[in-house]
């Protein structure tokens, strides 16, 4: 019982590191859904529970599966290559001597690419399954690509004494300001190039990274530890976590950047959604069927 519990223990910490917050991940997509137009959103409402719920079963699947995990962050910071350089396909990618290496250093943004193309397919296939299974998953790697912290090996501010800003900026902070937060973002767009939008994401969300640890620090340094850690009630659960006080004066600093980086991971999630859609020429997905629940769990993993 007690290897369980600490098995179980390792397991949601390891997970509070994946990416945007269980809860945030589960917004982000629901959120998307409100936006779609009228012939998509019969289907998507349907299914909205599962579309939610599955916002996070990427996450799940890095205990899994282990070619997963690189498949939610790219560390910029590691490249030596000038970044234009990796904006080019998978397949070219593959041609590379140093493949390994890129593909260690994380490869979220061809995954967007990758995640988007199986959804168009499942669209083309008219395969409900599938459309909510890559939906899904399209939305979460989409939102991953909008965490600053995604795009830096220094993703938990491990080598910077910060240990935990991964998921104070990402999870809690979402948690704590959600309600106050306006993510009614107006209807998808068109993309053009889904691997120009994946990897503007990635350069926008790595422009920040300087920001999000720096505010932390200059908080941290002008405050007592007292003041930062407290004992605090969070899903039912007493931890020893940043105080909401400190919460409070980071997301004050931050100046409205977790909102407008959930803003911009909802539209990008809704615009790929539709133009995946699109691009299967707009089928009609009013009579599908209900996906089959049951089944839902058997693996359909991208190559
Ligand atoms: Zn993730």
Redesign the pocket.
């Known amino acids: 019982m007690k290897r369980i519990l600490t098995l179980l223990i390792f397991i949601l910490l390891a997970l509070s590191l994946?990416?945007?917050g269980f809860f945030a991940?589960r917004k982000i997509n629901e959120y998307a859904i409100y936006t779609l137009p009228i012939e998509m959103a019969v289907f998507f409402k349907k299914n909205s529970y599962t579309l939610t719920e599955r916002a996070i079963n990427?996450?799940k699947r890095v205990y899994v599966d282990s070619n997963e995990a690189v498949?939610?962050?790219i560390d910029l910071d590691r490249h030596k290559d000038p970044i234009d350089s990796l904006m080019i396909p998978w397949f070219k990618i593959k041609q590379r001597q140093n493949q390994q290496d890129i593909l260690r250093k994380g490869i979220v943004p061809w995954q967007v690419q990758l995640t988007y193309q199986k959804l168009t397919q499942a669209f083309i296939d008219k395969n409900s399954k599938r459309i909510i299974h890559y939906a899904a998953d399209l939305g979460?790697?989409v939102?991953?690509t909008h965490v600053p912290l995604?795009t830096s090996s220094n993703y938990n501010g491990q080598f910077s004494d910060q240990i935990g800003i991964h998921g104070l900026w990402e999870s809690r902070l979402p948690e704590l300001y959600f309600h106050s937060y306006n993510l009614w973002v107006g209807k998808p767009q068109y993309v053009d190039k889904v691997s120009d939008m994946a990897w503007q994401a990635v350069l926008t969300s790595h422009a920040l990274v300087d920001s999000v640890l720096s505010l932390e620090q200059e908080l941290t340094a002008a405050n007592s530890l007292l003041f930062k850690k407290a004992y605090v009630l969070r899903n039912h659960m007493i931890h020893y976590s940043y105080s909401e006080t400190f919460c409070e004066q980071y997301h004050n600093a931050l100046n409205g950047m977790v909102e407008r980086q959930i803003r911009a991971s909802i539209k990008a999630v809704s615009s790929l959604w539709y133009s995946a859609w699109i691009d299967a020429g707009q089928p009609d997905l009013k009579d599908l069927p209900l996906r089959d629940v049951e089944n839902q769990d058997s693996p359909i993993l991208p190559e």
Request: glycine share 0%; hydrophobic share 20%; proline share 0%.
């Open positions: 994946q990416s945007w991940h990427a996450d498949r939610h962050y979460h790697y939102a991953d995604h």
